[in-house]
């Protein structure tokens, strides 16, 4: 047999003193480590499941329009919005240029999926005419006159929603003439039946999920 003298007696007190130091500090980084990854989840799972108000120029029924949509999964609630007054005053159809500058007053709120839309302005037109609205009637050249005024204007939006969201946006309708979606009545209608479709779907799930219970 053989014997290893270590010259003295192990002090176990100090040992486990040590060793005990040593889990607090593994079970102090683990609490540390677990306590990020819960953020992080969390911080995902907001991302994922709030409102997300989204702003864009369409092209719909001969007008350039301002969409704002909910394309987020909760609704969106105290809206409020204020488009800055520089573009707002160079618009030349008075009854748009109201309905956008109201916005300021009113608080809004919006399901998910779901849209509002604001004229801005008729589209370019080569034609003869005019358009007629509640308060004036313009000629198509003086519409076509006013793009060439409008069409790289800022428009600067700001305002917030659900409390701490906030609203800063900044673009022309020149930023998305080449991408503007133009819907067709027919489009239209698939678009109506494909957000009843999605509402039954979730309907027929929460039923499936009560018989279950």
């Known amino acids: 047999m053989i014997c290893f003298d270590l ?16 889990m607090t500090i593994a079970t102090f980084v683990t609490i540390i480590y677990t ?15 709030k409102a997300h108000l989204a702003f864009s120029i369409i092209s719909d029924s001969g007008l350039f329009m301002l969409k704002i949509e909910n394309a987020g999964n909760r609704t969106a609630y105290d809206v409020h919005i ?31 999926g779901r849209s509002l839309y604001y004229a801005i302005s008729p589209i370019r037109s080569d034609k003869d005419g ?7 009637t313009y000629s198509h050249n003086d519409v076509n006159k006013n793009l060439n005024i409008i069409l790289k204007e800022h428009i600067i939006i700001k305002g917030g929603y659900n409390e701490h969201e906030k609203i800063n946006e900044c673009f022309s309708i020149d930023d998305f003439v080449g991408s503007i979606i133009v819907y067709s009545q027919t489009e239209k209608g698939l678009n109506e039946i494909g957000k009843q479709v999605k509402e039954l779907s979730k309907t027929l799930l929460s039923v499936n999920d009560n018989l279950k219970s």
């Open 35 to 49: 306590r990020k990854q819960m953020k992080e989840v969390q911080k995902q799972w907001e991302e994922t499941n």
């Open 130 to 136: 005019t358009i007629t609205t509640h308060n004036g």
């Open 82 to 112: 204020n488009i800055d007054d520089e573009f707002i005053n160079k618009m030349l159809i008075a009854d748009f240029a109201d309905q956008l500058k109201g916005l300021s007053e009113k608080k809004m709120v919006l399901q998910p």
């Open 7 to 22: 010259g003295g007696s192990v002090d176990w007190t100090a040992v486990s003193a040590i060793a005990t130091l040593l």
